[in-house]
Every structure is written in structure tokens, then in C-alpha cells.
């Protein structure tokens, strides 16, 4: 199997504060990890690409001081949302890859800032 | 600006019937995956398409991959409420890096 974990499914903060959310694989080393946000009724949008060991990659117009990206391990990358405010609500995805064109998803976190 | 157009972008049926989803750009890509997601939820991968004109099938579900590896169609055939939810292409446009579709919503009615 091939399963990727959220943590938290849901966080409420305040406007100003920081929000971690962790991406792990469980059962396999994910070579490539990438973090998607989804707004209500749209598409997943790609927001960066996260290797072990190196800096993330981060798509035109997503704010890298922002959205802090750290793949500390083969199996473990962290975003964080700096300073968020109301319009950083959103669904954020994680995906893993084995390295064969396959993702595998994370279960989303939902993030309300108020 | 999205890489990939799906359409259509809404689509409510009855029981029964058939429905075909189209996903297309004008960029080729190595792979492309198409994707059921529920609200709340994580897309779950359905089929992935490799080959030019690679015609896949998932019980009702067929799935094909255009000659060039530029579009793709999700055909379902007999759609029941269960098959209700998101329906999302994704292509490979650079190794392991995908680019979603804007997505179809589909809703059918028992």
C-alpha cells in the first residue's frame, strides 16, 4: 500500500498566527512530496514541490515567506502558513510519490482563519 | 491559468444514463490520471493513462488517452448516485510533477 497522513484535518487560528501542517507517508519513502490548496467547488492548484533535503519549489505567484515548506525526511514535509489571514482559508493538500507517476494523497487539512 | 480545461464543468443526470468528461491542453504530458474526490476528502486515483491512445476500462468507467497525450475522456456508462462527486484529470507535465484540471462536479439522481 501507499498511504499518506494529514495532521491536523482541521485547524481554526486567529489572523496574524502560524499554522504547521504535517504530510507524512507511512508505509513508503516518498521521493517527491507536493502540497496542493483546493477552494471550495474548485480545482486543486499546485502550490510547490518538495524534495528531501533541498528547498521547495514553489509555483508562480505562491508566496515562498508565506508558505514555509520543509521535507526534513524521506517521509515527512511540513507547511506552514506565516502570519495567516481570512483569505488563507482553504483546503491544502498533500501528495507523495513513489517515483513512478504515481501520487498518492493525504487526507487535506482544512484551515479557518478567522 | 490552468494547464488543463475539463469539461463539461457541471453536469447533473439521471440514473442510467451515460456521460463523457473531456479533459484537454495544448501541452503534452508523459502521464495522465484521472481522479474521484468527495468534499472534505482527498482525490482518490481511478486509472492512470501512459501510452497515445491507450483505452482503459474500470467497470463502467473507460478511460481513453489521446494519439498526441495532449487530452483525455472519462466515459461512464449506466451512472448510478454512487458515482456522484469530482471528477479531476491530472497531467504529468514534468517527471512526477502533476497539473489538475478544473474539474467536473457530477451529480446523478436515483
Known amino acids: 500500500g501507499a498511504v499518506v497522513s494529514q495532521h491536523p484535518s482541521r485547524v481554526i487560528c486567529k489572523s496574524g498566527t502560524s499554522v504547521k501542517i504535517e504530510c507524512r507517508s507511512l508505509d513508503f519513502q516518498a521521493t517527491t512530496m507536493f502540497w496542493y490548496r483546493q477552494f471550495p467547488k474548485q480545482s486543486l492548484m499546485l502550490m510547490a514541490t518538495?524534495?528531501?533535503?533541498?528547498?521547495?519549489?514553489?509555483e508562480q505567484g505562491v508566496e515562498k515567506d508565506k508558505f514555509l515548506i520543509n521535507h526534513a525526511s524521506l517521509t515527512l514535509s511540513t507547511l506552514t502558513v506565516t502570519s495567516a489571514h481570512p483569505e488563507d482559508s482553504s483546503f491544502y493538500i498533500c501528495s507523495a510519490t513513489k517515483g513512478k507517476g504515481e501520487l498518492f494523497f493525504g487526507e487535506g487539512s482544512r484551515l479557518t482563519v478567522l | 491559468t490552468q494547464l488543463l480545461e475539463q469539461s463539461p464543468q457541471f453536469l447533473s443526470i439521471q440514473e442510467g444514463e451515460n456521460l463523457t468528461v473531456y479533459c484537454n491542453s495544448s501541452?503534452?504530458?508523459?502521464?495522465l490520471q484521472w481522479y474521484r474526490q468527495e468534499p472534505g476528502e482527498g482525490p482518490v486515483l481511478l486509472v492512470t493513462v501512459v501510452t497515445g491512445g491507450e483505452v482503459k476500462k474500470l467497470k463502467r468507467l473507460t478511460f481513453q488517452f489521446g494519439d498526441a497525450r495532449k487530452d483525455s475522456s472519462l466515459h461512464i456508462t449506466a451512472a448510478q448516485p454512487g458515482d456522484t462527486g469530482l471528477y479531476l484529470c491530472a497531467g504529468e507535465y514534468n517527471f512526477n510533477k502533476f497539473y489538475f484540471g478544473s474539474g467536473t462536479k457530477l451529480n446523478v439522481k436515483p
Open positions: 518538495s524534495n528531501e533535503g533541498s528547498k521547495a519549489t514553489y
Open positions: 501541452s503534452v504530458f508523459s502521464s
